[in-house]
């Protein structure tokens, strides 16, 4: 084997990055060996099967699995390299970051760690996370040499590889998006470059090393995050002012270096409302106006349920003798953002359940993207845009593409996302 190349790794964390990730080296025909806590994901991967929603990756996990590239299983086993892609939320009202996945991973793996080896966090992770890593390696294996007491020379390489890719494009993105490599030495990242070229055909940029590359995931999803807030910001201000955003957002960006985001609903999703909150617990006085935008953001979902409340009360204002049991709302859209069934951290579906929660009325949903309408929405109805027009009060919140070239119904209309306006 030559020293760059790669026979067998390990994959921590078989969701939605661990199992691209490790489809895509078992597509090189490098042995991939999944671990996961969940003895329901390894069976359903061992099966050929998925467990997650995202385009392409059934078929690739079938034909790895088929073809014996790729093997799942919940106990560690021995192999060059690993690579831990388990989660990293935040905890509290202060929104500490938690890293007891990343702890429980990396001492499951200790054990079967040998000289050589290479182990790269790529879990969105706090700055510091990758050392503490190498440090939890290194309680397990006093055995073994680490870069923070040995250098280049060290018997472990360790670096930090953030992923970056878009779900619904996961399985493009991974092989040509550039890559952040934060090694914890220079050897470390130069094993990790040759790890990630076997699939990457975007650069492999090597980082000053893992503290960096850490702030350089977070400092992505927080840029989108407070440019998000800014048009969310504009939203309301418009709102105050009588004016159209969508206009408004127009004109703007019509200046060359003007490129406003769109408003919405709210941000979801895993990454961009959970990362800035690694930067903002890191550096608590300093980190305002990251804190500030997802305040912005997470402060969204309430003021959209204030219009709701308003226009149902303009309906009941303009129909005396009615009462809110007899207004049928409509919700146009359910999930995280535009042309995905993904429902997970989606402000429309909070908005939606608030609105089921206290609206005495008829309620109906238009989700062209799913069959079944999910827990806390048992009383609406899943209905298609015909259907939905006859409703008094129309909800739009996500601009699927389905929804583009309908007509604005007839009634009170709160249109977060300036597809009617
Ligand atoms: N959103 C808006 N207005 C916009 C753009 C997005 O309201 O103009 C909302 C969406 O509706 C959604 C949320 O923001 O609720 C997030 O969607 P997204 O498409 O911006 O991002 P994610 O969460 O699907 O993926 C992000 C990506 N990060 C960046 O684009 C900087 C992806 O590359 C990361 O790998 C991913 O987070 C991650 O895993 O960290």
Not at 90 to 113: C, M, N, T, W
Not at 296 to 325: C, E, F, Q, Y
Not at 364 to 384: T, W, Y
Request: include cysteine; aromatic fraction near 4%; charge should be negative.
């Amino acid at each position: 084997m030559s020293d760059h190349s790669y026979k067998r790794i390990s994959v921590i964390g078989l969701g939605y990055i661990g199992l691209p990730t490790a489809v895509m080296f078992a597509s090189r025909k490098i042995e991939v060996v999944g671990v996961d806590v969940s003895q329901n994901v390894v069976d359903t991967i061992n099966r050929g099967a998925i467990h997650i929603i995202e385009p392409d990756l059934d078929v690739a996990v079938h034909a790895a699995v088929q073809e014996g590239f790729l093997r799942a299983t919940t106990m560690p086993e021995p192999a060059e390299a690993f690579l831990i892609a388990v989660p990293t939320p935040f905890q509290g009202a202060d929104h500490e970051p938690d890293l007891s996945y990343i702890e429980a991973a990396s001492k499951a793996i200790a054990r079967v760690l040998r000289p050589g080896n290479l182990v790269i966090l790529e879990s969105t992770s706090p700055v510091g996370a990758t050392e503490a890593m190498a440090d939890w390696l290194s309680e397990v294996r006093p055995d073994l040499t680490f870069p923070r007491g040995a250098g280049e020379a060290s018997d472990i390489r360790i670096a930090h590889c953030p992923e970056r890719v878009l779900p619904g494009k996961v399985m493009q993105e991974l092989i040509t998006n550039d890559r952040v490599i934060g090694g914890m030495t220079r050897a470390c990242s130069a094993r990790a470059v040759a790890l990630y070229k076997s699939f990457v055909t975007g650069d492999c940029v090597v980082a000053s090393g893992p503290r960096v590359a850490e702030l350089a995931k977070l400092t992505e999803n927080s840029f989108r995050d407070v440019n998000i807030a800014f048009a969310n910001e504009l939203s309301l201000i418009c709102d105050r002012l009588e004016l159209d955003v969508w206009e408004l957002i127009r004109l703007a960006n019509r200046h060359p270096r003007v490129n406003i985001l769109q408003p919405g609903p709210g941000v979801g999703g895993h990454c961009i409302a959970v990362d800035p909150w690694f930067i903002v617990s890191s550096a608590r006085n300093e980190a305002r106006l990251i804190r500030t935008a997802r305040e912005v953001n997470d402060s969204k979902p309430d003021w959209v349920m204030n219009k709701v409340r308003a226009a149902i009360g303009a309906h009941l204002m303009a129909n005396p003798g009615k009462t809110a049991a007899d207004v049928t709302v409509a919700v146009y859209g359910l999930s995280f953002k535009p042309n995905i069934d993904d429902l997970r951290e989606s402000p429309a579906l909070d908005i939606a359940r608030a609105i089921a929660a206290e609206h005495t009325g008829p309620q109906l949903v238009v989700e062209p993207n799913i069959e079944e309408l999910p827990k806390g929405l048992e009383a609406a109805h899943l209905v298609d845009l015909t259907a939905a027009s006859a409703a008094e009060v129309h909800v739009m919140l996500v601009d699927h593409t389905h929804f583009m070239s309908s007509v604005a119904p007839i009634g009170r209309i709160v249109d977060v996302r300036g597809v009617w306006g």
